[in-house]
């Protein structure tokens, strides 16, 4: 594994502090409201978290790829999804679908106590994985599998589940790994467009809200 050092996280040029604090402000604008997140994106290292040819375009609102036909999604949306992930308080724990490069994972890790996190594609995951650890980001737990499952052998339920590719239909396994009062954040593709949703399990029931537009790369079934 390799040591990062202080300069490789602080960044230079295109990924220093001053071009990062330019995004912060960014996402300001567009409304994001909750400073626990704001400076958490303003810290986290973007640009470790692409390629090194893309590093200086790491602080653009933009999505960038990730290769395996995968995308790290745009800071905004990170942003706006984990603003309504802890909107109704603090969780103690969340599991993501679609760790991707892990960009969203660190942001998660450094604001809940424990996250778990799956990803169908093997070498991102292996990525994923190494650069967490790199980072010193030690509340993560990985797995390589079909997120469509939930968590394997689960003996316990999630506060929060956050979904970053966009389905068609809710998993039902995924819903039912929700805690009573928990909340599900994710894409959902309608035939249309995909639209952000908030699902809250209920007593016997889900109650689900909607918000804006939002365009993810499609959940998918199996592993690769
Ligand atoms: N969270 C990432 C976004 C990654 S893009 C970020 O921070 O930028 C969405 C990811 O979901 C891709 O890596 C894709 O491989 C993964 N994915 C799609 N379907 C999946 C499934 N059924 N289970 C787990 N991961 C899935």
Redesign the pocket.
Known sequence: MKNLSQSQINGIGMTSKRTRDRLIERLRQQGIQNEQVLEVIASTPRHL?VDEALAHRAYEDT?LP?G?K????QPYI?ARMTELLLQSGPPSSVL??????????A?LAQLVPQVYS????GA?YQQAKQRLAELKLYNVELRH????GGWPNLNYRFDRILM??ACQDVPRKLAEQLNQGGEMILPYDNGKEQLLLRITRKADDYETETFEPVS????????S
């Open positions: 978290f999505a990730i395996f995968q995308t790290i999604s990170v993501e679908i679609g760790t991707g490069c892990g960009y969203q994972t942001i799956i990803e169908r594609i991102l599998t079909d997120g469509n970053t590719a993810f790369v499609p959940l998918l079934p199996g592993i």
